[in-house]
């Protein structure tokens, strides 16, 4: 995989400006959490994509590689199983590899576009996540239409909300129910997110009075210089200046909870990283001297205390409250 261009060669690739980095060393801690991307393509396309996912990608996890994932899991101590994309319901391994893990007592976790459930072929996917305790982390980069119809495209912002109603009727969000229901804040551009309990609260004011939307977390994450939003950034000239951003940002304790000392990230083909964004770098797991290593390696590995591949782009997950796959890190 050629840097972040992911076959397309008409996009800056942010990988030759992320090299030299003053970012502190990093190892692993006990691996607890999966991520796997069953694939690109994706039913949006939105702004700040770090992964360039999109409706003509054919990336996708083949049934044998899922049948491997499955094997290590059971195998393994992991604990969480968190599917990402494009979006992951898009691949037709995806009900099997949430079965077989359920039925091993591992965590689910569906990162949802929302959009998805209204899809061809999706009529029943609602009901799926909630018959098997599946958490469900929503994109909703605003509360506000036009913001989110700007990032993500025209009418995304209605068919969410709509999303988010028929998932509050199956139990997610309330309080009542252990059916987890968080959303994703992504700022509109290069710029850190605010404060999440703040945020946190303005989204759950606004949404539940205009809409009748609950959810439980809003998780803001800080967008990375890599993929769609890092070639947009080089193309405007603010590529330097985000990073600077970033690194000024810096807050040294997050680095101990930083999203990579507990998580491996897999790609559609089962190759491993010590996270996403690596992974859309390009910069895979390297151990015991092989150039790249497959989810079969590391069945017979112990990967605890190894250190990480670490570049300039790390800052984003460091800078201010921190920003992870599980929102806020301070």
């Known amino acids: 995989m050629p840097g972040s261009s992911l076959g397309y060669p008409?996009?800056?690739?942010?990988?030759?400006?992320?090299?030299?980095?003053?970012?502190?060393?990093?190892?692993?801690?006990?691996?607890?959490?999966?991520?796997?991307?069953?694939g690109y393509r994706c039913n949006q396309s939105c702004l700040h994509c770090h992964v360039n996912a999109g409706p003509k990608r054919t990336e996708q996890m083949s049934a044998?590689?899922?049948?491997?994932?499955?094997?290590?899991?059971?195998?393994?101590?992991?604990?969480?199983?968190?599917?990402?994309?494009?979006a992951p319901e898009l691949n037709p391994n995806f009900r099997h590899l949430v079965d077989a893990a359920v039925q091993h007592g591992v965590r689910v976790i569906d990162r949802c576009n929302l959009t998805i459930l209204f899809e061809p072929g999706q009529e029943d996917l609602a009901e799926f996540l909630a018959d098997r305790r599946v958490g469900v982390?929503?994109?909703?980069?605003?509360?506000?239409?036009e913001n989110v119809d700007r990032q993500r495209g025209?009418?995304?912002?209605?068919?969410?909300i709509a999303g988010l109603r028929r998932l509050n009727a199956l139990g997610y969000g309330r309080e009542d129910t252990d059916l987890s229901l968080d959303l994703v804040f992504n700022p509109q551009g290069p710029v850190l997110p605010p404060a999440q309990v703040e945020l946190e609260r303005a989204y759950k004011s606004e949404l539940g009075q205009r809409f009748g939307v609950q959810f439980d977390r809003l998780l803001t994450l800080a967008n990375m210089p890599i993929g769609?939003?890092?070639?947009?950034?080089?193309?405007?000239?603010q590529?330097?200046?985000?990073?600077?951003?970033?690194?000024?940002?810096?807050?040294?304790?997050?680095?101990?909870?930083?999203?990579?000392?507990?998580?491996?990230?897999?790609?559609?083909?089962?190759?491993?990283?010590d996270c996403d964004?690596?992974?859309?770098?390009?910069?895979?797991?390297?151990?015991?001297?092989?150039?790249?290593?497959?989810v079969t390696d590391l069945v017979s590995t112990d990967i605890?205390?190894?250190?990480?591949?670490?570049?300039?782009?790390?800052?984003?997950?460091?800078?201010?409250?921190?920003?992870?796959?599980?929102?806020?890190l301070a």
């Open 10 to 38: 008409h996009m800056h690739d942010p990988l030759p400006l992320l090299v030299h980095t003053s970012f502190p060393p990093v190892r692993r801690s006990r691996l607890t959490t999966l991520q796997v991307n069953l």
């Open 137 to 145: 982390v929503a994109s909703l980069p605003c509360y506000l239409g």
């Open 304 to 328: 605890e205390g190894r250190p990480i591949a670490i570049r300039d782009h790390c800052f984003g997950c460091t800078a201010g409250q921190g920003s992870s796959c599980g929102g806020a």
């Open 64 to 86: 044998r590689t899922v049948g491997q994932l499955i094997r290590y899991m059971r195998a393994s101590s992991v604990a969480v199983l968190d599917l990402t994309g494009g």
């Open 228 to 237: 769609r939003f890092g070639s947009t950034l080089i193309s405007k000239g």
């Open 239 to 273: 590529f330097k200046d985000y990073l600077e951003l970033l690194r000024a940002a810096h807050v040294e304790t997050n680095v101990e909870h930083v999203m990579c000392r507990n998580t491996v990230s897999i790609d559609w083909q089962g190759y491993a990283y």
């Open 277 to 294: 964004f690596n992974q859309m770098l390009g910069l895979p797991m390297r151990l015991n001297g092989s150039p790249r290593t497959h």
């Open 154 to 160: 025209k009418g995304v912002f209605e068919a969410s």
